[in-house]
């Protein structure tokens, strides 16, 4: 049962008991005319509700409708409360209590997230996608229907954020953050989902940038409309990836190297050049006070300046190319 059903579950259950404790309590408020104060009124309905057994506080005998009254607030009372009980005992026994505060914590730590990434599914693909984000210290929030296929994500990464639920429904995104998020990973293993997960998380931030999981290659240009920004077909990458092993190991293997080797932190990144650096020079950034960073190219919209000149003039959305570790490429993002 995931969070959300099971404080649905514990809210109506005891709304419906302080429903029936306030119908009981005023019940024989009316019935007695006013005789009794609304405690002792109180004191008769819980008498009542919880089969206590003790002596009648008030006679209803004596009240007309009284004993009538006492008969249907004692089978819907003990019908509630007993629901209850029962409730909060299969929350208690089966590890659902514990689990539920868990996920409410976490939900409150996903709250304040900005600039995340969500990965919808927690297959295979997105074990590797935590493992990368991972290394290079990016924050993430896995979606997934079931607390199950989550758990052997944790088994590795037990820190890892996660939203018990459906990625199709737009409520379920919004929990995950996806209107502060900054990237979408749909990798369910359904294209018609990842379809619809696309379509959803671009109308709910429309600068969301989304990468999708194509199984089916007819679907790739209708997942494409929806809102995707790129679509991955597994079967593609992996019949492109055996190719390139059989006809040109040595790169393949140094791409593998810089590009998602978890045993090594160099990573080839783009950094976004930040609007304080916009109009200096390529020298005024002085990338080379970073050890272990390399800067291969600076992009400017469709074109690519290999080796750029010190005196290269910067512009506002410029990407920079870089050979550089997690630690340092923060240190890039942050230069003013």
Request: charged share 20%; proline share 2%; with cysteine.
């Amino acid at each position: 049962m995931d969070t959300a059903n099971l404080q649905n579950r514990i809210y109506i259950t005891g709304f419906s008991l302080i429903v029936i404790l306030a119908i009981g309590t005023f019940g024989y408020d009316f019935i007695t005319n006013h005789e009794y104060d609304l405690f002792t009124c109180f004191y008769m309905t819980m008498v009542t509700v919880t089969t206590i057994g003790f002596d009648e506080i008030i006679p209803v005998k004596y009240y007309y409708g009284g004993r009538e009254f006492t008969v249907f607030l004692a089978v819907a009372g003990i019908g509630v409360l007993t629901y209850f009980v029962s409730t909060i005992t299969a929350i208690v026994v089966g590890g659902q209590l514990k689990q539920t505060l868990i996920n409410r914590k976490m939900e409150k730590t996903i709250e304040k997230f900005e600039n995340h990434y969500i990965i919808c599914g927690a297959g295979p693909h997105a074990l590797h996608i935590v493992e990368e984000l991972n290394v290079t210290k990016r924050k993430s929030v896995i979606v997934e229907f079931k607390q199950e296929t989550v758990n052997i994500v944790l088994q590795q990464y037990p820190q890892q954020k996660y939203v018990i639920g459906d990625s199709t429904h737009e409520d379920t995104l919004i929990k995950a953050g996806v209107s502060t998020a900054k990237g979408v990973f749909a990798v369910i293993n359904d294209d018609n989902a990842n379809l619809v997960v696309s379509l959803i998380a671009k109308r709910l931030n429309p600068g969301i940038r989304i990468i999708a999981l194509c199984n089916n290659h007819e679907s790739e240009s209708k997942i494409l409309l929806a809102g995707a920004d790129t679509v991955v077909s597994a079967d593609y990458i992996g019949g492109m990836r055996m190719a390139s092993e059989m006809l040109r190991p040595s790169v393949t293997h140094m791409i593998d190297k810089i590009t998602s080797n978890k045993y090594e932190t160099l990573r080839l990144e783009q950094i976004i050049i930040s609007d304080d650096i916009a109009g200096k020079t390529k020298k005024d950034l002085n990338v080379e006070q970073f050890k272990n960073t390399l800067l291969i190219a600076i992009q400017s919209g469709n074109e690519i300046k290999f080796k750029p000149d010190d005196d290269y003039v910067i512009s506002k959305g410029d990407l920079l190319l870089v050979l550089t570790t997690p630690d340092e490429r923060i240190a890039i993002q942050n230069i003013k």
